[in-house]
């Protein structure tokens, strides 16, 4: 399955894991209807971009899922990479987001909202560096969520806006932040939605998403379950089902949020860091032989170069053929 121990740039064939081959093409076939008066609104089939900054190399790549290849479809997920500021205090951000299945402009509210999130870490991008050099975990997390929020929120005033369903018109948002002073080796994920964040020591892979909080102690009124009786001793009236009528003058309720997650670590010499959408994660978690394939690609301490890192990103498995978006990050 595997080119021959040290000739990993050589052999730039997109491979496949498992007993059987999947069942698209492993290359585009058809390419997505374009409008004439809409040519901003094209997607390339794929996105690859790498730097090297401080003691890490970055590799990223969007490429579109087996199946919108075959279908003739747009790639749903966007991938943004941007450097704001200069030399040591130099912040890169990588950004990805994958829009709601089968819906109208789902890459467009994907490829939005990367772009939002960008611009308000750009704006912030010296507060941000500081409070990561400095190990403000509260502060990273606090205010990453309210950039999050705010960028989510233009997306559903954009929805609005085009009289679409904010929950149809909507993307999962991952992002990872890395600071280019070589001294600091701490690695911030944020981010809504699902997808993976993975770390490969020591030639195993480490599932390091992390879950969501959950809220410890005894439920309170107004929070978790209601309590079976008032403080003065009276047993609360069974609740028959009978649900109350909307308030036709009440806002229409908004779709249920995903949960805000976060995570900064410190890297170790010959880590390697991966973040990607739900396209690669799915398969890793499901697909022991992906797992044990990307770690004897990618254990090298060595970055691959962008044609490597791209043929091992796109390595396919039968019953996944979702768009790919992921982002490695190699430790000197």
């Given at each position: 399955?595997?080119?021959?121990?040290?000739?990993?740039?050589?052999?730039?064939?997109?491979?496949?894991?498992?007993?059987?081959?999947?069942?698209?093409?492993?290359?585009?076939?058809?390419?997505?209807?374009?409008?004439?008066?809409?040519?901003?609104?094209?997607?390339?089939?794929?996105?690859?971009?790498?730097?090297?900054?401080?003691?890490?190399?970055?590799?990223?790549?969007?490429?579109?899922?087996?199946?919108?290849?075959?279908?003739?479809?747009?790639?749903?997920?966007?991938?943004?990479?941007?450097?704001?500021?200069?030399?040591?205090?130099?912040?890169?951000?990588?950004?990805?987001?994958?829009?709601?299945?089968?819906?109208?402009?789902?890459?467009?509210?994907?490829?939005?909202?990367?772009?939002?999130?960008?611009?308000?870490?750009?704006?912030?991008?010296?507060?941000?560096?500081?409070?990561?050099?400095?190990?403000?975990?509260?502060?990273?997390?606090?205010?990453?969520?309210?950039?999050?929020?705010?960028?989510?929120?233009?997306?559903?005033?954009?929805?609005?806006?085009?009289?679409?369903?904010?929950?149809?018109?909507?993307?999962?948002?991952?992002?990872?932040?890395?600071?280019?002073?070589?001294?600091?080796?701490?690695?911030?994920?944020?981010?809504?939605?699902?997808?993976?964040?993975?770390?490969?020591?020591?030639?195993?892979?480490?599932?390091?998403?992390?879950?969501?909080?959950?809220?410890?102690?005894?439920?309170?009124?107004?929070?978790?379950?209601?309590?079976?009786?008032?403080?003065?001793?009276?047993?609360?009236?069974?609740?028959?089902?009978?649900?109350?009528?909307?308030?036709?003058?009440?806002?229409a309720p908004e779709p249920p949020r995903e949960p805000f997650r976060f995570?900064?670590?410190?890297?170790?010499?010959?880590?390697?860091?991966?973040?990607?959408?739900?396209?690669?994660?799915?398969?890793?978690?499901?697909?022991?032989?992906?797992?044990?394939?990307?770690?004897?690609?990618?254990?090298?301490?060595?970055?691959?170069?962008?044609?490597?890192?791209?043929?091992?990103?796109?390595?396919?498995?039968?019953?996944?053929?979702?768009?790919?978006?992921?982002?490695?990050?190699?430790?000197?």
């Amino acid at each position: 399955m595997d080119a021959a121990p040290g000739a990993r740039g050589a052999d730039l064939t997109v491979r496949h894991v498992g007993a059987r081959p999947p069942t698209y093409a492993a290359e585009p076939t058809a390419l997505p209807m374009a409008d004439p008066e809409g040519l901003d609104d094209v997607v390339p089939d794929t996105v690859l971009d790498g730097a090297a900054y401080g003691s890490c190399t970055l590799r990223a790549v969007s490429v579109r899922g087996d199946s919108a290849r075959f279908r003739g479809e747009s790639r749903r997920d966007a991938m943004l990479t941007a450097r704001f500021g200069a030399g040591d205090q130099a912040l890169v951000l990588v950004a990805m987001a994958t829009g709601a299945r089968a819906t109208p402009g789902a890459h467009r509210a994907a490829a939005e909202v990367c772009r939002w999130i960008a611009e308000s870490v750009g704006r912030s991008h010296a507060r941000l560096t500081e409070d990561i050099r400095a190990a403000r975990r509260g502060d990273l997390k606090s205010g990453l969520h309210r950039l999050t929020d705010r960028s989510l929120g233009r997306l559903r005033a954009d929805a609005a806006e085009q009289g679409v369903d904010p929950g149809q018109y909507s993307a999962g948002l991952r992002c990872l932040l890395l600071p280019a002073d070589p001294e600091c080796r701490v690695r911030v994920f944020f981010g809504v939605g699902p997808g993976g964040l993975f770390r490969l020591r020591e030639g195993e892979w480490q599932d390091i998403e992390p879950g969501v909080a959950e809220t410890p102690g005894h439920p309170v009124v107004g929070f978790g379950s209601p309590p079976s009786e008032t403080p003065d001793g009276d047993r609360l009236t069974i609740d028959l089902g009978i649900t109350t009528p909307p308030n036709p003058y009440d806002p229409a309720p908004e779709p249920p949020r995903e949960p805000f997650r976060f995570r900064a670590s410190v890297a170790q010499p010959g880590d390697t860091l991966l973040m990607c959408t739900a396209g690669l994660a799915d398969p890793l978690r499901g697909e022991p032989d992906l797992c044990a394939h990307l770690a004897r690609r990618w254990s090298d301490p060595a970055p691959p170069g962008l044609a490597a890192f791209l043929a091992d990103a796109q390595a396919r498995v039968k019953g996944y053929a979702d768009d790919r978006t992921a982002a490695a990050v190699w430790e000197a």
